[in-house]
């Protein structure tokens, strides 16, 4: 167990829908980090949070939105889903801003699958 | 500019072999370097990392990885290869472009032959 929580495992939701990923980071650890990795994309960076406060975008679409709360949770929100979004999304966390002397510590993934 | 090429999508060695698996960066900063393990339906797991001090850094498993400056590399090795090595290996630089975070090649698949 690496400390980083992602509900749910799996999803599998209708095109057109909208679903939340949800993360809650290792304890301790400010920086929240939300990645998409499918077969032909490889690991993609979407965002970043650090106490709340949206710290990096990445290849983040418009129809995704992503908030950290007060308690440091996140939550991913994908909407209008498309079959091309089904992928293992992960959530990471690190201590401080950007996990330089840490790394980061990945949970285990949300897999969606959109039919 | 590419901040992390990893030389080979696909290795594959026998058991019992060397295995070497290949990271560049581009940085204009003393690097902060990472080697990450992903197992089948697992997240990633930090294998070992390079911040400052000795260029040779041991991980878990038995794999170690050498930091060579003039050579811009940060390759990961292990002298003999079990069949649970079988993952794929995604080296990571930090700090590219000023960025504060992590950005990851795109990942190396390690198949080991018995």
């Known amino acids: 167990d690496s400390g980083v929580t992602q509900t749910p495992k799996h999803l599998i939701t209708a095109t057109g829908q909208r679903v939340t990923l949800r993360c809650s980071p290792r304890?301790?650890?400010?920086?929240v980090y939300w990645y998409q990795q499918s077969l032909d994309q490889g690991l993609q960076f979407l965002i970043q949070?650090?106490?709340?406060?949206?710290?990096a975008k990445g290849n983040i679409l418009e129809r995704f939105s992503a908030q950290q709360f007060p308690d440091l949770h996140s939550e991913l929100n994908l909407s209008s889903l498309e079959l091309g979004d089904s992928a293992l999304y992960f959530c990471?966390?690190?201590?401080?801003?950007?996990?330089?002397?840490?790394?980061?510590?990945f949970g285990s993934g949300t897999r969606l699958t959109v039919v | 500019a590419q901040s992390v090429t990893q030389l080979g999508s696909h290795v594959s060695v026998s058991e019992g072999a060397l295995v070497l698996l290949r990271c560049n960066y581009s940085?204009?900063?003393?690097?902060?370097l990472f080697w990450y393990v992903q197992y089948p339906n697992q997240g990633l797991q930090l294998l070992l990392k390079?911040?400052?001090?000795?260029?040779l850094v041991k991980g878990i498993n038995g794999f170690e990885a050498e930091f060579k400056k003039s050579e811009t590399s940060f390759h990961l090795t292990k002298p003999s290869a079990h069949m649970s090595d079988a993952a794929e290996y995604f080296c990571?630089?930090?700090?590219?472009?000023?960025?504060?975070?992590?950005?990851f090649g795109q990942g190396t698949r390690l198949t080991i032959n018995p």
């Open positions: 990571a630089v930090w700090g590219f472009q000023g960025a504060q975070k992590l950005v």
């Open positions: 990471a966390s690190s201590v401080g801003r950007g996990g330089k002397l840490g790394g980061y510590t």
């Open positions: 304890s301790g650890d400010l920086s």
């Open positions: 390079y911040t400052t001090g000795a260029t």
């Open positions: 940085s204009s900063v003393p690097p902060y």
């Open positions: 949070y650090y106490n709340g406060e949206e710290r």
